[in-house]
DNA sequence: TGTACATCAGTGAACGCGCGTTCACTGATGTAC
DNA sequence: TGTACATCAGTGAACGCGCGTTCACTGATGTAC
């Protein structure tokens, strides 16, 4: 049965924002259109109205989970407490609301050009913004550029290594290292 | 047709070779048994006759790739070398033959119990080892520890970072600008 | 505002496909005499 | 050393299953008069 406009894109938006958090805690292959479907109360016939494909919402979902800048580092002053956040025990358990670039960049590697090329862009957002934030605003330069890199890898990184070990010690030494790695 | 003891031996360990490559290259999910088997010149049927799951290989093969320590990094004057190799242009694109760290760590949360403890095992004892080595052999401390954490997870997402880029010179910033961190 | 009809979001059965795993069978290996 | 037989690595058909995608159909929406 048909749905009222304004609904229908809600259901759009839901699917995307279902997709979303299923694709960061279980990784695109292990997700298939009718859990997603289900998700939101629709089955999975009715996604075709609203993707092509998997792929076409596989690019878009990089583009909704990589919107807007790192959560509230808006200048360097505020790096301590981002760190903190992205290295804490917390988002080592919530994959599915964590960070889009650490639960994924594994799997990208080996997906589609179009997923590819949507995930590199997100990246290059991302290092961009790192860069003019830890430069207060002021225009990046290439130290200031290679900051922001290195930021963005060891905070990747150290999730990762921390998301893939058993013990809650070593798990927690390797957030603290890299924190302080941050400094 | 039976086959004998020592070519039977040798299959097993072409089997192994063979999963250990293409997991890196592909991940775990996009290598089937029969690819594995009909690398080696076997059929999938003949797999059952040396492992009793995909899931067993799994961990087996984690142990094999992981195997030794980190590339001929004995010592600290041997780390930028090795920092060097790891951070190539040729890293980046030989997947297969590459880290299983890198290849694998964004696969591994997602699955089961055996095959994350063996992930878990080869990374502290890919850590114990970067201390070492970044301790000249000395019995490692805690600083040591926290440089080797920061160096394992440095190199694991400058890699995953460049291999993720589209761009070849955004590419080669983000290997220059982890090299040099790295120093 | 009320009616008639075209639109189209959503349903659910069906498709082809690839996967991990099982199993009856084959025939070379290797052992017991 | 030679023969008879048990073993077991490997084959290939078959299984159940889940997946992405298609499609004929339904019925509420929204538009034209």
Redesign the interface.
Known sequence: MKVSKSTAAEHRAALLAAASRLFR???F??VGIAEIAAEVGLTHGAFYTHFPSKEALCVEAIATMTRGNPVGLKAAHDLDAFVAAYLSPQHVIA?GDGCAF?????????ETEAI??A??QA??HL?DGFAEALGDGRPANAAR??RG??T???????L??A?????VG?RD??L???K??LR
Chains 1, 2 share one sequence.
Request: without cysteine; hydrophobic residues 45%.
């Open positions: 805690e279980k990784g292959d292990k994959r650490a639960a994924l960049s594994g799997d990208t590697v080996r590819r090329s995930f590199s990246i290059e290092i550029r290679a890199i290195k963005v890898a060891s905070l990747i990184g150290g990762l290594l998301r893939n070990v058993t013990s070593l030494e390797i603290s290292a890299m302080a790695s």
